[in-house]
């Protein structure tokens, strides 16, 4: 059934002197996966927050289902039936499942002041079963995985009678097993002609499930293509405008057999991490692959000393290092930019000059006071080095797009001139065009003698930088291969999904 | 890539917080114009001098607890130690017959050890800083009962002990100007608290550890030790102020104290500075504290029975914050 369920034209929306939609264009049939691209700073975000009632557009025209509306709010949005899964999910983690697909709304027992938690579970089961999906809706969202979770908010925004849903990247913290669930759900809410929004950067999974791809760029629309008729390589020029680093496998450079930088012995933390060791080479790029759960980041914030071990030791350039905090860590020449950017790698509220020297304050400090000139320059340079774009060193980050916030990270470790640093998921949630760029910018800092552990999702990626890979299963380091012609993406998955008994 | 060159840097952050102490500073304008057209007796030297007095102690309580308030804390000891630093003083200075310097120097001892200790007990134990701070608050309390027994200390054998608060260093120097030293006290902490807010290092952690404690620590910055400072400083300020009321009473009154931390969190709080953490000036809390004195003030004078007097200061705390929200929203 082919029917126009959302038709947006031209649509203008301006925040404090950014133009962020210009005559901004979107439609959607029922019961089609219809993908928005775009670089981030593009503008579908904000398309989808116009839609969902988040913001006001400036001007333009929504229709739905064939008829003008003016989406007020959130509230109006969902009793029209649109709903969003966002890239950070809205659970309430204390919650159960059950609870939090009924929030607002709980069956109410004779009394209306009780709340018939019975019906509620039986209710949620029903739809969990409808959806083939095994959890227990008693379960607190707490301990459920990322995957599982998104399942959740997706079960309530059906359980809404949404008919369009908007996902925005949801594909970032899953197994390929668990993407393959999520694809069926997908294809059951097709045949039921609920109609999805997909924003995704994997051009990949855009082939596999999606039917449209709309482009944009710079807050504009550029076009809309069947997927079929198309090849990745036209979206992502249509998406970046302009030439683009062709991703093929570049040269591998050897890594100087030097001393190692880095060698952790024997780090066990229980219940995460059993035993793992290995060193680390100057200038060396180590990838450390592995699915989600393998304990990754966990090996990542041992080292850093973000969490407490229970065994091992880390030797630092032939010191022992005691990494009983990330202060100390930070003290023996090692930076860490964590996964979640938002909550654990910037100051959103305070301006880029003051997160980029943030690691390196008593640098800028003379007796006790701070050389705000110096700070200044400093940033400058850096923003400059690294081609952060932003309209200047005194604006807030939390304004910035995503990759140009990662760039800030970078900035803060490299004003830092830390020897060692580890990158965990360095690409998450950034466009392509700035994706290329950090991949330049670690093949850089690689040869300039740094050295780098980067932790990635993204196998092409892991393949693309790495001098050596690192496989981890289960807390354990299950596999070690350089990257030559014998490394493949199969090769890493077989070591990856590696337990041992 | 794309040429965007850098503009100058237009500092969003420095903009708002000046568009806020200029909407505080308006509303204290409003007020004063308000209660000297309502009330012949307001815009008088004399009162005016009065409302700076009667601002002195608190707004140096203020002060202090604008610091450990920017970093995310709070500090609800603030006047159980400020008594007990009186106290102290007065042990010093009248008991044990010590110079007027070192007696003074105790007292703000006192008060630096009481952060120290509410700071180390939030940064390495754990403990949240409102249960802390409140347990400090008690002990302080009980302190400073036991250590005086009970009774009020006078100052009465060491009569330039009064002098600083009451005497007046600028009267001596421009004849017929004749404003309390307290006053001057409270403007030169008020002058250094500012340049250590906004100049120093410990007061840039203190915006960041407020802004968000986490990425701050994964930055590499040792919060757990610059947290201990944060509230040591704190009860610095609460020293200082402890001094001043003793000065002003020529005596350490052991049950006071008690409710001065909340009109001190109030005068921050109508100041903009946001209770959440990260966010905060030192001139918006001077405001604040006066903002709060000319209202007690000026209802006085227009004979407003006292009972309505915090009824009027509790609705203005309300609708400062209130403000301060719409104002972020539209942001």
């Known amino acids: 059934m082919e029917q126009w369920i959302v038709q947006m ?26 993908a928005l691209v775009g670089e981030n700073g593009a503008g579908k975000s904000t398309m989808m927050k116009i839609l969902t009632g988040v913001y006001h557009m400036d001007e333009g025209r929504i229709v739905y289902k064939g008829q003008e509306v003016r989406i007020a709010d959130t509230r109006m949005a969902q009793r029209l039936g649109i709903a969003m899964i966002h890239q950070e999910l809205n659970l309430a983690k204390d919650l159960t499942v059950a609870q939090n697909i009924f929030i607002g709304r709980e069956p109410r027992k004779a009394w209306p002041w009780f ?11 029903a739809l969990l079963r ?3 999906l095994d959890i227990d809706p ?26 369009v849903l908007i996902m925005d990247e949801p594909t970032a913290s899953l197994s390929d097993s668990e993407i393959d669930e999520l694809f069926r759900m997908i294809e059951q809410l097709k045949s039921k002609g609920v109609a999805i929004v997909y924003i995704s950067h994997r051009m990949g999974e855009l082939k596999r499930i999606t039917d449209r791809i709309t482009v944009m760029r710079d807050g504009a629309y550029i076009d809309t293509v069947p997927t079929a008729d198309v ?34 012995n024997g780090l066990t933390r229980k219940g995460k991490l059993h035993d793992i060791s290995f060193s680390l080479c100057k200038g060396e790029i180590l990838g450390v692959a592995g699915l989600v759960g393998a304990g990754r980041t966990e090996l990542a914030r041992a080292i850093f000393g973000a969490d407490r071990i229970d065994a091992g030791e880390i030797w630092v350039n032939g010191r022992k290092l005691q990494a009983t905090s990330p202060h100390q860590a930070v003290k023996g020449g090692i930076g860490y930019l964590s996964e979640d950017r938002k ?6 509220e305070m301006d880029v ?14 007796a006790l006071f701070m050389n705000d000139k110096r700070i200044a320059e400093a940033a400058e340079q850096t923003v400059e080095a690294l081609k952060v774009k932003t309209p200047g060193i005194g604006q807030q980050v939390k304004f910035l797009s995503g990759g140009n916030q990662q760039k800030v990270i970078i900035g803060k470790w490299l004003t830092r001139d830390c020897e060692i640093l580890i990158f965990d998921e360095p690409t998450r949630g950034i466009d392509v065009g700035a994706k290329s760029e950090i991949y330049r910018l670690l093949e850089r800092l690689a040869a300039e003698g740094k050295s780098i552990i980067m932790i990635s999702s993204e196998l092409p990626e892991v393949l693309r930088l790495s001098h050596r890979i690192l496989v981890m299963c289960e807390g354990r380091i299950t596999g070690e291969l350089m990257n030559d012609e014998h490394a493949s993406q199969e090769r890493i998955m077989n070591y990856a999904t590696k337990r041992i008994v | 890539m794309r040429d965007t060159a850098i503009a100058p840097a237009s500092s969003k952050f420095v903009f708002k917080s000046g568009l806020q102490q200029l909407l505080a500073f308006g509303s204290l304008i409003l007020l004063v114009a308000f209660f000297s057209i309502a009330s012949s007796n307001f815009f008088h030297f004399s009162n005016l001098v009065g409302i700076l007095l009667s601002t002195a102690v608190i707004g140096v309580l203020a002060l202090g607890s604008t610091f450990v308030i920017v970093s995310g804390g709070i500090d609800l000891s603030v006047g159980t130690v400020m008594t007990l630093s009186s106290v102290m003083t007065g ?56 250590i005086s027994g009970t009774r009020p200390i006078y100052f009465t054998n060491t009569p330039d002990f009064m002098r600083i608060s009451q005497g007046s260093l600028l009267g001596v120097l421009i004849p017929g100007f004749n404003i309390p030293n307290a006053v001057l006290i409270f403007f030169l902490a008020a002058i250094v608290g500012s340049i250590i807010l906004s100049r120093t290092i410990i007061g840039r952690y203190n915006f960041a550890i407020g802004s968000n404690e986490e990425a701050t620590r994964l930055s590499g910055v040792n919060v757990r030790n610059w947290k201990v400072a944060i509230y040591t400083m704190t009860g610095l300020f609460t020293g200082i102020a402890g001094i001043l009321m003793a000065s002003r009473l020529n005596s350490a009154q052991p049950s006071l104290g008690m409710g001065y931390e909340l009109e001190a969190i109030a005068a921050v709080v109508i100041g903009g500075t946001s209770l959440s953490g990260g966010k905060g000036t030192i001139v918006g809390t001077v405001i604040g504290a006066l903002i709060m004195s000319v209202l007690t003030n000026g209802l006085r004078i227009l004979s407003v029975p006292q009972e309505w007097q915090t009824v009027v200061v509790g609705l203005v705390i309300l609708l400062a914050v209130y403000g301060d929200i719409l104002r972020r929203r539209k942001a």
Request: net charge positive.
């Open chain 1, 115 to 125: 709340v018939d938690d019975k019906e509620m579970n039986n209710q949620t089961q």
């Open chain 2, 91 to 146: 042990v010093f200075i009248t008991m044990w017959g010590l110079p007027l310097g070192v007696g003074i120097a105790g007292g703000l001892l006192t008060g630096c050890v009481c952060g120290f200790i509410s700071g180390m007990a939030i940064a390495r134990l754990g403990v949240p800083p409102f249960i802390a701070t409140l347990a400090m608050m008690m002990i302080a309390k009980g302190l400073a009962l036991v």
């Open chain 1, 138 to 163: 008693a379960t607190p969202i707490a301990q459920l995985t990322v995957a599982k979770q998104q399942m959740v908010e997706i079960m309530k925004a059906i359980s809404y009678e949404s008919q």
């Open chain 1, 130 to 132: 409808q959806m083939r």
């Open chain 1, 231 to 264: 090849g990745m390589d036209q979206i992502i020029a249509m998406m970046v405008g302009r030439e683009v680093y062709q991703p093929s496998r570049p040269e591998r450079k050897q890594a100087e057999q030097a001393a190692p930088v880095l060698q952790v």
């Open chain 1, 343 to 348: 909550h654990f790698g910037c100051l959103l």
């Open chain 1, 353 to 366: 000059k003051t997160n980029l020297a943030l690691a390196s304050m008593s640098r800028f400090a003379r």
């Open chain 1, 9 to 34: 034209e031209g649509i203008e929306k301006r925040f404090a002197g950014v133009h962020a939609l210009k005559q901004g264009r979107f439609d959607l049939k029922s019961g089609e996966v219809h």
